[in-house]
């Protein structure tokens, strides 16, 4: 066995092993619970830009974009552009056409120049609107024709309506081997008393939207392994793969 096989291969062992240590779940639940209290995802920034995200999950987002290399990524939910500026500068990374759709309900003028100002802004297309709208679909229908390999990121409203129609809607452009990333489903188990001023709870969020949309849709499933070695994440069961 050469040896980044092994390396491999005891990753994956040690990973089965740690999620069978007592309470890790519970402890890693706790932690979040606690930070999240604190906006502890609004900490970061990448390549200057506030980025509302977990550290953990955008090193999964890098994983998965070395994968699967697409050319194009869309993302619902830009907010100040770090997560679309951290797509492009993966793009940017890998080289040739491939661009970043971003859509948002409300895309602030300070926002967007800052964006439209970074050395990778020339990979992406922002469109202002809801997501959910037919008017926005079609445009990003519009802007991702032609385009092969493609990576969809959910993280607009979390209310449960909103994802699911965003499922439905954008879930087809998915290349097969690549996935529908759907954030925030960790709303489903944090306490409601964290989202007072928010339309979702518990049985309204993102998570409550993927048990639906799974229910009739076949083509893709929840990559367990992700949640599995992450153990700290915003997105339990919301890297969904397509496999058909
Ligand atoms: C959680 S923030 C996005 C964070 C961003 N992806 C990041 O990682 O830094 C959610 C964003 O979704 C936008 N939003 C809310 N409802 C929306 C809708 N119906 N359609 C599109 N965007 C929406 C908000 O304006 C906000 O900017």
């Given at each position: ?6 390396f ?60 699967v ?20 500068s ?20 300070h ?134």
């Amino acid at each position: 066995m050469d040896l980044l096989k092994k390396f491999n291969k005891e990753k994956s062992v040690n990973n089965e092993r740690l999620s069978t240590e007592t309470n890790i779940k519970d402890v890693s639940l706790e932690w979040l619970a606690k930070t999240y209290r604190y906006r502890y995802p609004y900490n970061f920034s990448w390549l200057g830009v506030p980025i509302i995200q977990y550290p953990q999950d955008i090193m999964a987002m890098q994983e998965i974009i070395w994968s699967v290399q697409p050319d194009l990524i869309i993302e619902t939910g830009i907010a100040h552009g770090g997560s679309l500026l951290f797509y492009a500068s993966m793009l940017e990374l890998l080289g040739g056409d491939r661009r970043v759709i971003g859509v948002d309900i409300n895309l602030k003028k300070h926002n967007r120049d800052i964006i439209e100002a970074h050395p990778h802004s020339q990979r992406i297309s922002m469109v202002e609107g809801s997501s959910s709208s037919e008017q926005v679909f079609k445009e990003v229908e519009y802007l991702a024709r032609g385009r092969k390999k493609i990576l969809v990121c959910l993280d607009s409203s979390h209310a449960h309506a909103h994802v699911l129609k965003e499922l439905e809607l954008y879930s087809p452009f998915v290349s097969q081997g690549s996935y529908l990333v759907v954030f925030d489903t960790l709303v489903e188990i944090l306490p409601d008393t964290f989202f007072e001023k928010r339309s979702w709870s518990k049985g309204d969020n993102p998570y409550s939207a993927v048990q639906e949309f799974l229910k009739t849709n076949t083509d893709f499933e929840v990559d367990t392994k992700i949640d599995q070695k992450l153990l700290i994440t915003a997105n339990p069961q919301g890297y969904l793969k397509r496999i058909n």
